[in-house]
């Protein structure tokens, strides 16, 4: 299950000049505007790179809905689908709330998991007992951790310019995770299996 990571939110509320949360503070004002922003922030950076450690594949099941789309089938994504990536066939597809339309017959999804759970699985003790995210990699914490602090600078003190520039290296390190993502999520293509000599 999820709990705020403590080290990440502190670094966060030090960027923005504020003092650290104590491991059991789960009162002060400061602990309530972390755990106001936090999964918001998190499922936000999530969006924004197809980071490797979070890709999953996952076939999709039929939607039991009218469907009134120009596409042969209508299906339900995943819960923890936290950003689509494909459909490994390539297929075409539109989204429209949490149903993908598509034309292919039995259509996997490639996407970045957010951790979300079946409502009523998690544990009710943890910040956010509804999410149980994989660990992602260290550029996507960066990012993270950037994006939170942009949040707490415009909450804490209005400072608008303070938020562009955490926001601005919060997306530098997004653009380079996403270039890493897409170096290490896959090796050279496959080469025909024969050659002439």
């Known amino acids: 299950m999820m709990n705020i990571d403590r080290a990440l939110a502190n670094r966060a509320l030090a960027a923005v000049g504020q003092s650290e949360l104590d491991s059991a503070d789960t009162s002060s004002k400061a602990y309530l505007m972390v755990k106001k922003f936090y999964l918001t922030t998190m499922l936000e950076s999530l969006e924004t790179a ?13 939607a039991a809905i009218d469907n009134y789309t120009d596409f042969a089938g209508a299906y339900r994504l995943p819960i923890d689908c936290g950003k689509i990536i494909e459909l490994t066939d390539k297929s075409f597809y539109i989204v429209e709330g949490n149903i993908l339309y598509t034309d292919s017959n039995e259509p996997v999804l490639v996407y ?47 400072e608008p310019d303070l938020h562009r520039m955490l926001l601005q290296e919060a997306a530098m390190i997004e653009a380079a995770g996403y270039r890493n993502s897409k170096t290490l999520s896959a090796g050279k293509k496959k080469g025909k299996q024969w050659w002439i000599g």
């Open 112 to 158: 970045v998991t957010n951790g979300r759970l079946a409502e009523g699985t998690g544990n009710p003790d943890e910040d956010f007992p509804d999410y149980a995210p994989p660990e992602y990699e260290a550029m996507f914490y960066q990012a993270f951790e950037l994006r939170l602090a942009s949040k707490f600078a415009l909450e804490l003190s209005g």
């Open 50 to 62: 197809s980071w490797t450690s979070g890709k999953k594949r996952r076939g999709l099941e039929k």
